[in-house]
């Protein structure tokens, strides 16, 4: 009959598979963007966290077992168990680096290290059930570390580790919120890592992780609460409330300089091809601009086909420059001949001037004005 703590255990495995369960449905259900890299990510955390539990409440339940069928089950259980013991943090790696750096730029790949410690992880499990290397199971069944397993714990712990200095160093780019959701993974996960190794029978690390992928569902929803869905862009909520609060922050010797663009002949482009062809046009128009873009800058769809893109510099030519890089990135865009059409932006600039510019809504249409003038200017029209 499984004791007390066995079933202690088990218990509170079987109920972080729960939440782990309810939190997969859930994000089923949710309304997701076309640019949704945080839900995959997050799915991935889920998948992998789940795997790490099911495996360690096997690992208890056969732990002493002389069946020589369970002997070889746990050898295969414990196996998996070290082979995936990194992998969420390589997905919450990723994580951090995706709410930093943005959507766009979250694709770049991430330091070989990243990557390296875990292969080399998997490859010392594959062989630890032929030379205990990391684990072995003694002549009455039981569990024990292996002589490679402090090699292992450090590793595990430089990835923790690592996912943690990200997350200091970049702190000023990231919402509080956010921030100190992504700090409930490292520093629980580091705590309990280390109870775990010393004192051994402990079931911390992976219920720890569960909860903070309860905050990170949390996070996720808000962040898409503040995204347009069509283009993976901030929507009007979010470009409302960061221009007030850039406006608050403007301090002598920075410029908040804006773009309002809007997509030219975009009704043709409707009619001519239809609308998903239409939708297309918005996505490529928000891919472009975000990777024209700074990571603290802000694109956002105002609506229909307009765009806002806002930004921060001392460098007064910085506008013009912004204005250059997305240009040459939709010269690139219609090079590639990938439509059927070519795209066209008429861009409206300006600095915020508190003497022009009293409220958010003025230097919007401010810069409305002189998208609309230079649309004109570009048709040939009387200005």
């Known amino acids: 009959m499984p004791s007390a703590e066995l079933i202690l255990r088990l218990e509170i495995n079987f109920f972080s598979l729960i939440v782990l369960a309810i939190l997969w449905v859930s994000g089923n259900r949710r309304k997701t963007s076309k640019k949704g890299s945080d839900q995959h990510i ?3 955390l ?3 966290t789940a795997i790490m539990l099911v495996t360690d409440a096997i690992s208890w339940y056969l732990d002493g077992s002389l069946h020589s069928v369970a002997r070889i089950v746990l050898y295969a259980d414990l196996t998996l168990y070290y082979a995936f013991h990194t992998i969420p943090t390589v997905y919450f790696i990723r994580y951090v680096n995706l709410q930093v750096v943005g959507e766009v730029a979250s694709s770049r790949p991430l330091p070989r290290f990243v990557y390296l410690v875990p292969l080399i992880i998997v490859i010392a499990s594959i062989i630890s059930p032929f030379t205990g290397f990391l684990f072995s199971l003694d002549a009455t069944g039981h569990y024990a570390r292996g002589s490679g397993f402090f090699l292992f714990a450090i590793l595990q712990y430089g990835l923790v580790l690592y996912s943690f200095i990200i ?3 970049k702190r ?4 509080r919120r956010v921030f100190i959701t992504l700090m409930a993974y490292p520093l629980p996960m580091l705590a309990a890592a280390s109870l775990q190794m010393l004192v051994f029978g402990l079931v911390l690390i992976w219920p720890s992780l569960t909860l903070f992928l309860v905050a990170a569902a949390a996070n996720i929803d808000n962040r898409r609460s503040r995204l347009d869905h069509l ?5 009007r909520r979010s470009l409302d409330e960061e221009l007030e609060n850039r406006i608050a922050a403007v301090r002598p010797g920075w410029n908040l300089s804006g773009l309002l663009m809007d997509v030219d002949d975009f009704k043709s482009i409707n009619d001519k ?3 998903d062809a239409g939708d297309r046009a918005l996505e490529d128009v928000g891919s472009l601009l975000m990777s024209s873009v700074r990571v603290e800058d802000l694109v956002a769809r105002m609506g229909g086909d ?3 893109v806002l930004f921060d510099s001392a460098n007064q030519g910085a506008l013009e420059e912004m204005v250059k890089r997305i240009e040459a990135a939709l010269e690139k865009h219609n090079a590639g001949g990938n439509r059927p059409y070519h795209l066209s ?8 001037d508190s003497a022009l510019d009293k409220t958010a809504p003025e230097f919007l249409a401010r810069l409305d004005a002189d998208m609309y003038l230079r649309k004109r200017q570009k048709k040939g029209m009387p200005v």
């Not at 000023?172 to 919402?175: A, D, E, G, I, V």
């Not at 283009?231 to 929507?235: L, M, Q, V």
């Not at 932006?345 to 915020?352: K, P, T």
Request: aromatic fraction near 12%.
């Open 306 to 308: 307009e765009f806002v």
């Open 231 to 235: 283009t993976g862009t901030a929507n």
């Open 345 to 352: 932006l008429s861009i409206g600039r300006a600095n915020f």
């Open 172 to 175: 000023k780019k990231l919402r």
């Open 273 to 275: 091809f239809g609308h």
């Open 167 to 169: 997350v200091i160093r």
């Open 42 to 44: 997050f799915r991935m």
């Open 46 to 48: 889920l998948a992998s």
